[in-house]
């Protein structure tokens, strides 16, 4: 019960990545706000979980939806602990055919939404005396593939936010980190192999981008995810940690 009776948001938790985040955190003694813009995959999320998860609506790119976010969860539980901003989308382009809208629909959910959920939910963590702040980044956080703009812009910013907040706060007990992850095997992932004329030939050089050959699983990023939301993690702040099996390290010819 390494997050016995914190509470805890965690966007985009209706499926994926944040959905393992949010069973990981019930299971380790946590309350739960699935915080999904989807209303099945969140509800149907939330009644998976059990007691202990509370299904919210939300949009992270709109303030009046996060603003309903955090007044319906102080409402529940009077304080909120843990913050999981795992929201995002692929958004995958060359850079000069880049237009506006793909711009903006990139921004403002991997980096301005993140921002928004910081900074609606960073007074309930001032005022309760402190907190832990995880963002899910990205190996685009730290790397560039081509034609994937502008996706690790965003995924670079958020770095600099988790930097940037961490710094800001720490004297105030309130923790920022990021999580890197490598390539997961999500529907996100599967996705994007479907785009490929052959989708499994796609998905074996995905594995062997990763040293251990294979790419991540959900729970494995949950893990550390509890980790740094959980009071074994108290000196650990403004830092990034990689679940990418060495990729990030790995030296290419
Ligand atoms: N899967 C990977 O290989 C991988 C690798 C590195 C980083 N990531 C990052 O991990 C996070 C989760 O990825 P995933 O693979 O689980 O993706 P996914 O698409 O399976 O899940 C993302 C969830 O976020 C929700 N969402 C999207 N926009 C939202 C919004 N505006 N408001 C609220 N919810 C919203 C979606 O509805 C979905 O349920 C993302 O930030 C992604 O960039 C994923």
Not at 44 to 60: H, I, P
């Amino acid at each position: 019960m390494r997050l016995a009776d914190k509470i805890a948001i965690v966007t985009g938790a209706g499926r994926g990545i944040g959905a393992a985040i949010a069973r990981a955190f019930i299971e380790a003694g946590a309350h739960v706000a699935i915080a999904e813009r989807d209303p099945l995959t969140g509800a149907a999320m939330a009644e998976k979980l059990g007691e202990r998860a509370l299904f919210v609506e939300t949009d992270v790119t709109a303030q009046s939806s996060v603003d309903a976010l955090v007044e319906t969860v102080v409402a529940r539980f009077g304080r909120i602990d843990g913050l999981v901003n795992n929201a995002g989308i692929n958004v995958f382009h060359e850079p000069l055919e880049t237009t506006d809208a793909e711009w903006a629909r990139c921004m403002a959910v991997d980096l301005e939404g993140v921002w928004r959920v910081c900074r609606a939910v960073l007074p309930v963590m001032l005022a309760g005396k402190g907190g832990s702040i995880v963002n899910i980044a990205s190996s685009h956080s730290s790397t560039i593939i081509p034609h994937t703009f502008p996706y690790p812009v965003a995924k670079h910013g958020l770095l600099g936010l988790t930097r940037a907040l961490g710094i800001e706060y720490a004297a105030r007990n309130i923790r920022v980190n990021a999580i890197a992850p490598g390539y997961i095997e999500t529907d996100l992932a599967i996705e994007y192999w479907n785009g490929f004329p052959d989708p499994e030939a796609e998905r074996q050089r995905t594995y062997r981008l990763h040293p251990p050959g294979r790419i991540g699983r959900p729970e494995e990023v949950a893990m550390t995810a509890v980790f740094l939301a959980s009071d074994e993690a108290p000196f650990i702040n403004a830092t990034s940690i990689a679940i990418d099996g060495g990729r990030s390290v790995l030296y290419h010819e």
